[in-house]
Antibody
Framework: QVQLQESGPGLVKPSETLSLTCTVS??????????WSWIRQPPGKGLEWIGY???????NYNPSLKSRVTISVDTSKNQFSLKLSSVTAADTAVYFC??????????????????WGQGTTVTVSS | EIVMTQSPATLSVSPGERATLSCRAS??????LAWYQQKPGQAPRLLIY???TRATGIPARFSGSGSGTEFTLTISSLQSEDFAVYYC??????????FGPGTKVDIK
């Protein structure tokens, strides 16, 4: 079955750029029924959606993070990546990658994040 | 921006009892709602999409209902493995996602 695995530095300095990669195994990022998403969870808090990318390269971002976020896809490596610039301590969180599946067809489409990575902890500190 | 609220923040339930969790959207989202379960140290798991359809492999004791602005997740008979935090999530016509703050279901 499809598995996702996050990777990247666990410690990032304030004002620098956080970079993470999600490797997809058992499936393809080029599948048309899926979007590939990033979600984060600060310590002891709830979930925050960051954004997603489609295999074609089209993206959609959380408006509150849009100015600092870039999500890209590398179909040759079956990976997608997150860059978050100008980080502060408030960006300390567990970062998850997830597959967004489109259910249904035509005018009745529903979406759910049905496959998740295990999450990776990123701490912003000098 | 659509704001999601969940109630109660914490629900204390005895094993075998029924649990009813509520989720409310600040404006109508039709049936564009999903529910997730998260246990400590784990990634969330998709339970329900389209407000009422169980995801693959989800036990029948989990059911979702509602449309518009009011939604409910019901766990008919709580098992020990069901004690967790539950999040609702909405998406709008532009496929922007928002999670609710979560409801923690703990043992009474």
């Amino acid at each position: 079955q499809v598995q996702l695995q996050e990777s990247g530095p666990g410690l990032v300095k304030p004002s620098e750029t956080l970079s993470l990669t999600c490797t997809v195994s058992g499936g393809s990022v080029s599948s048309g029924n899926y979007y590939w998403s990033w979600i984060r969870q600060p310590p002891g808090k709830g979930l925050e959606w960051i954004g997603y990318i489609y295999y074609s390269g089209s993206t959609n971002y959380n408006p509150s993070l849009k100015s600092r976020v870039t999500i890209s896809v590398d179909t040759s490596k079956n990976q997608f990546s997150l860059k978050l610039s100008s980080v502060t301590a408030a960006d300390t969180a567990v970062y998850f990658c997830a597959r967004v599946t489109r259910y249904g067809s035509g005018s009745s489409n529903y979406y759910g994040m049905d496959v998740w990575g295990q999450g990776t902890t990123v701490t912003v500190s000098s | 921006e659509i704001v999601m609220t969940q109630s109660p923040a914490t629900l204390s339930v005895s094993p075998g009892e029924r649990a009813t969790l509520s989720c409310r959207a600040s404006q109508s989202i039709s049936s564009n709602l999903a529910w997730y379960q998260q246990k400590p140290g784990q990634a969330p798991r998709l339970l329900i999409y389209g407000a009422s359809t169980r995801a693959t492999g989800i036990p029948a004791r989990f059911s979702g209902s509602g449309s518009g602005t009011e939604f409910t997740l019901t766990i008919s008979s709580l098992q020990s493995e069901d004690f967790a935090v539950y999040y609702c999530q909405q998406y709008n016509n532009w496929l922007l996602f928002t999670f609710g703050p979560g409801t923690k279901v703990d043992i009474k």
